[in-house]
């Protein structure tokens, strides 16, 4: 699969680490089937350029260089109240020399406080030029396309980053994440039995079926959903996985096999916080000194180990979690992650 025909930035002068999680996956097994369970990697993505590092720095890469070829001096994208994505499109503007503006969506009532901290606090100290606040359910694209307007007004150009950075062009990120991974398992002499990751705006989920596809990596991806069961995330992931590959000039398929999600780990709400979530965000804290964020990556991990313990996950398989990052929002949510499940002493 040929990149090197696609205009990209490069903001991350290494491949993310590819490391062994012996002290969690100890205390990961004392809950499993037996006290057995399976060995579980990280890919370290939440260490990517664009601090504090996430998976959309990889996507941003083909989209920025996109915004730049075309004569943008203004990048709008969407998001939540807390965005990582947001975040790190800003950071990359800032880095470009580009205006940033957003539409947030307050899809929790309420949530948007311009005293917050987390990602927020990140936003005014970044320098973002505008927000727009829309309620939870707007059309997106056309509210960004009204903030669009107004710059265009204002004599300059503005391209619009769909949220999460996921389209075709975007994906391209975790097709180039897969090549990444693909030589570091050989490099390393790894044989995985399963990737484990997020499934949100599917872009990241989807970017990496279109790249194990295309270059013929035959290792399971899991996607454990942050914002739908797997009857509304499935079909979102397979469309922009065949729309990385179609874009890619690639004449395969992605069927309903090639796309598995699970569900039940996200709810009550998008971002909202649940105790699963708290015992996993503690957990990895505690047995790696590695953290989680209490949106994404908290509650991804939870459906890892609720999957562990069910012995969905089997005992000695070799698991990698992809880390998408989202420190910042890490912030905003302390009491409920350290009031939540405790760890057994």
């Given amino acids: 699969m040929d990149l090197s025909r696609f205009p990209r930035r490069r903001y991350t002068g290494f491949a993310t680490p590819l490391e062994f999680l012996p002290n969690f996956s100890r205390a990961l097994a004392a ?16 260490m990517l350029g664009l601090f504090p590092g996430g998976n959309k720095t990889r996507k941003l890469e083909f989209l920025v260089a996109d915004a730049l070829a075309q004569g943008a001096d203004t990048l709008v994208t969407c998001g939540a109240p807390q965005s990582n994505h947001c975040r790190i499109t800003l950071a990359a503007a800032v880095k470009e ?25 990140m936003f005014r100290l970044l320098g973002v030029e505008a927000i727009t606040v829309v309620p939870g359910g707007s059309n997106m694209a056309a509210e960004m396309q009204k903030v669009a307007d107004a710059v265009a007004r204002a004599g300059r150009k503005a391209y619009i980053i769909p949220g999460g950075g ?9 097709v180039a994440c897969a090549q990444e991974l693909q030589q570091q ?26 790249g194990f596809l295309g270059n013929n990596i035959r290792i399971p991806i899991v996607g ?5 069961d797997p009857a509304d995330q499935a079909p979102l992931v397979l469309k922009e996985a065949q729309a990385t590959l179609d874009l890619l000039g690639v004449d395969l398929k992605v069927k309903p096999e090639h796309v598995t999600c699970v569900g039940g780990y996200w709810q009550p709400k998008y971002s909202v916080p649940n105790a699963r979530m708290a015992e996993a965000v503690q957990m990895l804290a505690r047995t790696e000194g590695i953290p989680l964020d209490p949106v994404y ?14 012995g969905e996950l089997r005992a000695g398989e070799n698991v990698l979690f992809l880390h ?3 420190l910042p929002s890490l912030h905003a949510y302390e009491a409920d992650v350290l009031g939540g499940t405790e760890l057994p002493a």
């Fill in 224 to 228: 454990i959903g942050v914002s739908r």
């Fill in 31 to 46: 809950g499993c089937p037996g006290g057995q369970g399976p060995r579980i990697w990280i890919k370290r993505d939440d």
């Fill in 185 to 210: 398992l050989f490099e390393q002499g790894v044989t995985l039995d399963r990737l484990v990751v997020g499934s949100g705006s599917s872009g990241t989920h989807g970017g990496l079926v279109a």
């Fill in 97 to 121: 020399g580009l205006k940033c503006r957003f539409v947030i969506e307050e899809r929790v009532p309420n949530s948007y406080r311009e005293d917050a901290s987390g990602n927020h606090f």
């Fill in 324 to 326: 998408t990052g989202g």
């Fill in 297 to 310: 990556t908290g509650k991804i991990m939870a459906g890892l180990i609720g999957l562990a313990r069910t």
């Fill in 166 to 174: 996921s389209n075709a062009l975007g994906g391209l990120g975790y």
